[in-house]
């Protein structure tokens, strides 16, 4: 409520005290008649004691009276005793005055009747008693109507989100039963095309139009730009589709010859109540799960300590031995420094630009500001999101290569179903214990306007299609309907993964063959991506105006699927075998190494640097810079990390650059990586989630929000501390056991 609506409530109060300051025969006054003797006498007696002159009048006595009086009033507002009074207990002594001021004041700032259009007769019955409450300013309905948003100031700089009051609204419990419940609106809001006046306005309303979408567009993932948020607190009876169609019908009283049509849609899960009903019995024994796990790692960890005899799984769970070896600056054998730094980099990239995205679910004041500021070139920082997951698939190439070709070099072979349950040992138990958080415990674990369609409907989504993460096919069923959408990563990789004993077998001992296939695959990869892209108008890079559609046909039609990404993990299978053939002493010639860093670095910033226009407020959508994009921007942005990691492997280079990304500490991040990964969007969904009022959009608070930066990291070595740590240890103690019993077997030269 603005300013100007303040002054009015004020003003309301004012004449309300000052109605009662009329009243001559103060003695037969509704509230002074119901004192008892027992208070007169305790007011007489505090008299005695406060002063000792005997000339106490009966004027006097009055006075402390009404003074009392006073007070009781006065706590009953103050400390929201509403239960007793379900309607205004002032009513009946001043009704000129409460109706007269009540018309003055709706007439200014009128309220929505949640009985207006066809609604059902429930939801019509506790209008009509919202309605008459209301008239009579019982607090109770004046909250109803007090959480209900109204017209704000700031509209043309983008504050067009109105959240209302979330908890004031479900903590409204009305006469005869009603309750309040508070949903949130979409509206949608288009111009005359042939009025250029209205159509600068909704522009600036609509903040330059960062995105496009629609009601109908999924708004779990990505949000709808376009769509105005708009609360109302409505008594509980009223469905969704009363409070859908009261607003149609009040909205149609003054839309109409306006030039501005008005389009409105309330779903079911935008509508809350307060919750009443005890937590599900998935959620309790779930929480329990995590309770037991902790305990688990506590005890394992009290009995390394004391080294008290246990066995290995209990070893594996310690607490003690799992933090030592997460915070452990030791460099394992074979270990090639530099892609520490590489993964440590891009991960950075990765939280910062899924954070842009979360920030556009926001309500801001100056949301117009944001967007204007947003359209400067160096905004590529966020907007180039789809570059950093590019630099994780390679790294997975390069490093199933380097491993696989040191066990062939070794023994000749691969023991492939070995490998297979490696991966699984290594992704299933970490990613099984977000999906079953996220799912079960994460929903009631907090509140908010927006709660339910970020935090609770992903979960809706999760019980119905968990199956397909642990089969590592979500990927292929659309981005909207998967369960942690920000997981199709792992879907990819493993799939590539899958394939990879394949093309290393062949490049290893075919290499003239191999090497031929595996770059006819890459070059295919890379003409998919730029034919898809431009013929279906994908664009990987967000630019101004672009659609909420056109961001998902780009997931599902390119960026989520393997047949796409080949190329960067070609690459890194390449330079994983190079790296094996080349010792660490080889010596490259030195201008060839400047030839290297020159190339690479220019493909590096022209991947990240170039598509910067396509990032302006006036761009408009070209299909070929598109395709371009698609196409080649992964391979420019991951050659520099792949050039510089085979200079650092096998040292040739003690530059600056080298040395940082060979930085020890960068140990600690890669074993965070994964869980940084998968823990991420849970933190930003809960405080988009629990958001209740708009703020003002300032780009360094509001991008690098330290506290949530913390609860990331805090979540993510928890995570790996209780899951991901104990279950590698598992998974050597197993491969341990495997390679002893293989050796203990009899030969058939025997």
């Known amino acids: 409520m603005g300013t100007f609506g303040k002054v009015l409530i004020f003003y309301f109060l004012i004449q309300v005290v000052l109605a009662r300051g009329k009243t ?3 003695l037969t006054s509704g509230r002074l008649a119901t004192i008892k003797e027992e208070e007169i006498l305790r007011v007489f007696s505090q008299n005695k004691s406060e002063a000792s002159s005997e000339n106490y009048t009966f004027a006097e006595l009055v006075s402390r009276l009404a003074n009392h009086t006073d007070h009781f009033q006065e706590e009953i507002w103050r ?18 005055e409460i109706d007269r001021e009540a018309r003055r004041f709706l007439q200014i700032v009128p309220a929505f009747d949640p009985g207006a259009g066809n609604v059902s007769p429930e939801c019509k019955r506790d209008a009509d008693i919202f309605q008459r409450e209301l008239n009579k300013f019982t607090l109770w309905a004046f909250k109803m109507y007090d959480a209900t948003a109204k017209m704000p100031s700031g509209l043309l700089n983008g504050n067009v989100n109105q959240l209302g009051d979330f908890d004031e609204c479900l903590g409204v419990e009305g006469s005869e039963g009603i309750r309040g419940k508070y949903c949130l609106a979409y509206l949608q809001l288009d111009v005359d095309q042939s009025r250029p006046d209205l159509k600068y306005l909704h522009r600036l309303l609509h903040s330059h139009y960062a995105f496009r979408s629609n009601m109908t567009d999924p708004g779990h993932r990505v949000p709808r730009y376009s769509t105005i948020n708009w609360a109302i607190c409505t008594p509980a009876a009223c469905s969704h589709h009363d409070v859908e169609s009261s607003l149609r019908h009040t909205i149609a009283k003054y839309s109409p010859q306006t030039g501005i049509k008005i389009s409105v849609k309330v779903d079911r899960e935008m509508c809350q109540v307060q919750r009443t009903k005890p937590l599900p019995r998935e959620t309790i024994i779930v929480s329990l799960f995590f309770l037991g796990i902790v305990a688990f790692s506590v005890v394992a960890g009290i009995c390394d300590h004391y080294d008290i005899p246990t066995n290995d799984v209990i070893h594996a769970f310690s607490l003690k031995r799992n933090l ?12 090639i420094g530099s892609l520490h730094g590489v993964r440590a980099l891009n991960a950075l990239m990765l939280v910062l630009a899924h954070k842009c995205m979360a920030i556009f679910f926001g309500a801001y004041t100056n949301r117009t500001e944001m967007s204007e500021f947003l359209g400067k070139p160096w905004t590529v920082l966020g907007r180039a999101a789809s570059l950093y997951t590019d630099p994780f698939i390679m790294l997975s190439g390069l490093l199933t290569t380097y491993s696989f070709i040191g066990r062939l070099n070794r023994s000749g072979n691969l023991n492939i179903a070995n490998e297979y349950l490696s991966r699984l040992m290594r992704l299933v138990p ?11 415990v994460m929903p009631f674990i907090g509140s908010g306007p927006q709660w339910n369609l970020v935090v609770t409907h992903h979960a809706d989504i999760c019980k119905k299609t968990w199956w397909r993460n642990f089969l590592f096919i979500h990927n292929y069923f659309g981005f909207e309907n998967m369960c942690l959408t920000h997981t199709h990563h792992l879907g990819i990789d493993t799939q590539l993964f899958a394939l990879s004993p394949l093309m290393v077998i062949l490049l290893f001992k075919r290499p003239k063959l191999g090497a031929t296939v ?5 070059v295919y990869s890379t003409f ?18 672009t659609s909420i559609r056109q961001l998902f046909d780009t997931a599902n039609f390119s960026y989520i699927l393997p047949s796409h990404r080949l190329t960067v993990y070609i690459m890194g299978i390449f330079l994983g075998y190079l790296l094996r053939n080349y010792p660490k002493g080889f010596k490259l010639n030195q201008k060839l190494s400047y030839i290297g860093w020159t190339v690479s670095s220019l493909l590096c910033l022209a991947a990240f640097i170039g598509p910067a226009p396509m990032g302006a407020i006036d761009y408009i959508y070209n299909p070929t810079h598109a395709a371009t994009y698609n196409a080649f921007a992964p391979i420019g942005w991951c050659a520099l990390f792949g050039w510089m990691a085979f200079l650092s492997h096998t040292g040739n280079t003690n530059g600056w650059l080298s040395k940082f990304f060979s930085w020890k500490g960068f140990l600690i991040t890669t074993r965070l990586s994964y869980a940084i990964y998968l823990t991420q969007f849970p933190v930003f969904f809960y405080n988009v989630g629990q958001t209740r009022a708009a703020e003002h959009y300032a780009f360094i608070r509001i991008l690098f929000n330290f506290k949530e930066l913390f609860w990331i990291f805090l979540a993510s070595a928890i ?8 279950f590698q240890n598992i998974k050597t103690v197993l491969l341990k056991k495997s390679k002893f019993s293989e ?5 058939k030269l025997d």
């Open 79 to 96: 400390t929201n005793t509403h239960e007793g009074y379900k309607t205004n207990p002032y009513y009946d002594d001043f009704t000129e």
């Open 743 to 747: 050796a203990l077997k009899p030969s």
């Open 528 to 545: 998919l991506r730029y034919y898809v892209t431009y013929h279906r108008r994908l664009n990987n890079y967000v630019f101004f105006g």
């Open 719 to 726: 995570l790996t501390l209780l899951f991901d740590m104990p």
């Open 518 to 522: 595996l770059t006819a695959t890459a």
């Open 324 to 335: 030592l070896k997460l915070f452990s600056l030791e460099r394992q054998e074979g270990d």
């Open 430 to 440: 970490t990613l099984g214990a977000l999906i079953l958080f996220c799912t079960y």
């Open 24 to 26: 001559v025969n103060i």
